[in-house]
């Protein structure tokens, strides 16, 4: 509750995560990553390619199909190099209250043409919010590989983020626990590097490894835990 950014209200929805105190938030590892190392205004934007604008609703509308859960989504998006981007989200109706004219966002995806007008689009893109009411470093949430976190409520992957990164960079190295000559013989990292690592990729992370939990800071931490479950079966066996 007294990490900055959290206070009560956040710390009651945590809870229904299990997570109680700051350990425990730094056990809460992402579910997925992504690469948004490629950061490109959308006058360099290719078709084809997987990457990251920073732009700001122009115009947003739900298309008037019959049936509204089918509903089209449609967002226009434009940035400084004064081009355009398409955005369309199928089952797109919750969007209408968050995609307002003038809110500024992050988009990931794939971009491609649309086939009727021709513009450049990408379809069900990553979306988050970029706003003053969090205060995270831009830089945590672009142009780099970035975890994904299970949002709670209103506690976003976005806030996560933040949260969890104002928690590394506060706290001193934590001990590890395994005994230096397990970690020596298998090659493995420390644990606040396994730790840190495992919240934010260094920038050279094989994202595929990342994804599979096979990166050496994510088998690191499984490592550990199957460590002590064999530690605890052989104390009850004896």
Same mark, same amino acid.
């Given at each position: ?29 992402? *579910?997925?990553?992504?690469?948004? @190392? ?19 609703? +122009? ?21 400084? /190099?004064? %081009? ?13 209250? $968050? ?12 971009? %491609? ?17 970029? @706003?003053?009411?969090?205060?995270? #470093?831009? +830089?945590?949430?672009?142009? $780099? ?24 960079? /506060?706290? !001193?190295?934590?001990? #590890? !626990?395994? !005994?230096?000559?397990?970690? @020596? $013989?298998?090659?493995? !990292? ?14 050279? @992370? ?6 599979? *939990? $096979? +990166?050496?800071?994510? *088998?690191?931490?499984? *490592? ?15």
């Amino acid at each position: 509750m007294y990490v900055k950014g959290v206070g009560p209200a956040r710390a009651e929805v945590l809870k229904t995560k299990g997570l109680l105190i700051v350990e425990d938030l730094l056990g809460y590892v992402p *579910f997925r990553y992504e690469d948004r @190392s490629n950061m490109k205004t959308i006058a360099q934007l290719a078709p084809g390619e997987m990457a990251t604008v920073i732009a700001e609703v +122009s115009s947003a509308k739900l298309a008037g199909f019959r049936r509204r859960s089918l509903g089209l989504f449609e967002a226009v998006f434009t940035d400084g /190099s004064r %081009e355009k981007l398409l955005c369309k989200w199928f089952h797109g109706a919750y969007l209408e209250d $968050r995609m307002k004219p003038g809110v500024r966002m992050a988009l990931y995806g794939k971009v %491609e043409l649309d086939s009727y007008t021709g513009d450049l689009l990408i379809m069900h893109p990553e979306f988050e919010v970029l @706003s003053a009411e969090d205060d995270g #470093d831009a +830089s945590l949430h672009t142009g $780099r590989v970035v975890p994904v976190y299970e949002g709670a409520a209103k506690v976003t992957t976005r806030v996560f983020r933040n949260l969890v990164h104002r928690v590394l960079e /506060s706290l !001193p190295p934590v001990n #590890d !626990p395994l !005994p230096a000559e397990i970690l @020596s $013989r298998l090659k493995l !990292p420390d644990r606040w590097t396994s730790i840190r690592d495992t919240h934010f990729p260094p920038q050279d @992370s094989d994202l595929r490894l990342l994804n599979a *939990f $096979r +990166s050496p800071a994510q *088998f690191r931490l499984i *490592f550990e835990e199957f460590f002590w479950l064999e530690c605890g079966l052989s104390l009850v066996r004896f």
